[in-house]
């Protein structure tokens, strides 16, 4: 396996080797009557072979050199592109694909045209360039263009993230751990953006002495890590540090305010700040409060019940939101009001059931 490994590039070799040696070896035919002139005493027939074996002992010596340059190249290739990013990659090949076809299409008039030994140069000239150009610039803007696909992960960009699905994401909210089961549940979409400044702030949780400081920065990297290895979301590294403003907190609201961007926290004062200056916050206590059960075990809630049970002796009452409270023994109670301790809750399909028994019983 390892000796087929091996042989493969001296295979490469040779193939372009003798792809060189027949285009010498026709180069060399082509011009024998150009030599005929030269030399008008020698007989044509033999010019001719002369000038073949030169084409071909010169391709042969020539297509060495360039295949092992080509296949040098080849590998230094792709050693780079081993850390390159996958939608970088396609971004240029599609960029060069565009770029092809538009000069194609520009470039054909120009192959109608009489003299194509001038011609015919400077349109593969023309051509190499705008596919290299569009290469470059589909490269440039591969991230970006990744958001209007749906690429998920982490992906560095040139030009920063604006607009309302733009997130930004303060220290507090990645060491709270809560902002992956957001990801997953699909509450949280766009690009997330962390900047270099709020990445510090967790490193330095991460290696502090303290114990307790250094789990809550381990989590808060792990969030990130998870983020963008499961690809639950656009996560976008920042470098932007506004110069003018001391402090973190004031420049995530700088940064919110100049990209029109939401910014996600879990720290009360930032958030209130952030919404005094008219920027969008997401915080995730108040997601967690939001979509808190309505009662918890233990809990003393009063239902109307209104209906009987499935089971023998259960009434069925309703809370103002909607969900559905099941009582023992309370079946001759309906269109009654009566207070009840709620034992359990559980969790389906159809929603959120709480189970109870009368208070007092």
């Not at 953006?193 to 789990?215: I, M, N, P, W, Y």
């Not at 059960?293 to 069925?316: F, M, N, S, W, Y």
């Not at 309370?330 to 709480?354: H, K, P, Y």
Request: hydrophobic share 45%; net charge negative.
């Amino acid at each position: 396996m390892i000796e087929e490994r091996e042989r493969r590039p001296i295979v490469v070799e040779e193939l372009m080797r003798l792809a060189i040696v027949i285009a010498f070896v026709a180069a060399g035919y082509s011009l024998s009557p150009w030599f005929s002139d030269l030399l008008p005493s020698r007989d044509p027939d033999g010019v001719r072979l002369l000038a073949v074996v030169l084409g071909a002992l010169f391709g042969y010596v020539l297509g060495g050199v360039i295949g092992r340059i080509a296949i040098a190249g080849v590998d230094t290739a792709q050693q780079r592109l081993a850390t390159v990013e996958s939608v970088v990659l396609v971004s240029a090949a599609a960029g060069s694909v565009l770029a092809g076809f538009i000069v194609a299409v520009v470039l054909f008039p120009l192959s109608l045209l009489p003299g194509r030994a001038v011609t015919l140069p400077i349109g593969v000239a023309v051509g190499v360039l705008g596919i290299y150009m569009g290469a470059r610039i589909g490269a440039a803007r591969g991230a970006d263009m990744s958001r209007f696909v749906g690429v998920r992960g982490r992906v560095d960009v040139k030009s920063p993230s604006r607009g309302a699905g733009t997130k930004l994401v303060d220290s507090s909210a990645l060491i709270d751990g809560r902002l992956v089961d957001i990801a997953r549940c699909g509450f949280l979409e766009g690009t997330l953006v962390v900047t270099e400044f709020v990445l510090q702030e967790v490193q330095a949780l991460a290696d502090a002495s303290d114990e307790q400081k250094r789990t809550v920065g381990r989590r808060g990297l792990d969030t990130i890590r998870t983020l963008q290895d499961d690809g639950l979301v656009l996560v976008e590294y920042s470098q932007e540090d506004p110069a003018d403003v001391a402090t973190i907190d004031g420049k995530l609201a700088a940064m919110a305010r100049r990209r029109n961007a939401t910014l996600i926290t879990t720290d009360g004062n930032l958030a209130q700040v952030a919404e005094v200056g008219g920027i969008r916050v997401l915080n995730v206590h108040a997601l967690a409060e939001a979509v808190r059960p309505p009662a918890t075990p233990g809990d003393h809630l009063t239902v109307r019940i209104v209906k009987e049970g499935t089971e023998i002796g259960q009434g069925v009452g309703y809370l103002e939101d909607g969900t559905m409270v099941v009582v023992e023994d309370a079946a001759r109670l309906v269109g009654d009001e009566i207070s009840v301790d709620i034992t359990s809750i559980v969790t389906n399909r159809r929603g959120r059931m709480l189970f109870g028994v009368r208070a007092g019983t």
